[in-house]
């Protein structure tokens, strides 16, 4: 059903596009979040990825726009590891504290990117 794909755009566009800082995914309640919202940026990353995979051709540009900001995300993650302890904080590409619920959330991210990564070239893992 083409409403529900349109649907489904809509809100990720509008994660996307709102809830972002320099194309970095952000909880609007960082850095004094609970642990619900600590998980969410995971959460969203794992659907993102499968919505990514089950997008129509017609909605090619937005499976690229997934994509690059599912990479986009965990080159932040990345980015920031100023203890060497390698633990994921709760906002990504920024030096943090970090916990089990942060670090989870952060490799769904990686999942995601994996997911997307791996449809690209072929493989449909989910």
């Known amino acids: 059903d083409e409403s529900v794909v349109v649907r489904a755009c809509e809100v990720a566009d509008a994660a996307v596009d709102r809830l972002t800082e320099n194309g970095v995914l952000r909880e609007p309640c960082e850095p004094l979040c609970n642990t619900d919202q600590q998980q ?5 990353m794992r659907y ?3 919505l990514t995979l089950v997008l129509p051709s017609s909605r090619a540009g937005h499976r690229s726009k997934y994509t ?3 990479i ?7 980015t920031r590891d100023p203890d060497g302890s390698q633990l994921i904080p ?3 590409g920024k030096a943090g504290p970090a916990s089990g619920i942060t670090h989870t959330s952060g490799l769904e991210c990686w999942n995601a990117r994996l997911v ?3 449809a690209e070239a072929g493989d ?3």
């Open 40 to 44: 969410f940026k995971g959460v969203f």
């Open 48 to 50: 993102l990825a499968r």
């Open 68 to 70: 690059k900001f599912i």
């Open 72 to 78: 986009a995300n965990t080159k932040a993650i990345r």
């Open 90 to 92: 709760l906002e990504w």
């Open 116 to 118: 997307v990564e791996n």
């Open 124 to 126: 449909r893992v989910v």
